[in-house]
């Protein structure tokens, strides 16, 4: 599972939500087993569950705002090897 603290009520534009990280947001993985024992732990604690790890080379996005998006974990692969520009 993977966490991302969130306040209470915020209207952050999805990408940030997602992948935003500072001094008081970060993302933590969490094997599903543990689940309850890290949210008890974060008892009080502003945290969403943001995503989870499937057996399908796929990264699929679900936003607040934006639809379900898709895209291959090959093409993703290939877009962050390629030097920007190219």
Known sequence: MLFRSVA???DVPDECRAFAE?????????????LGTVQAHLDGVPHAVIGHV??????TV????SPRESIGIHELRSAWSTPAGA
């Open 62 to 65: 679900v936003g607040v705002r």
């Open 8 to 10: 209470s009520g915020a």
């Open 54 to 59: 499937a057996a399908e080379p796929v990264l």
């Open 22 to 34: 500072d001094l008081h947001r970060y993302v933590l993985e969490v094997e599903p087993a543990s």
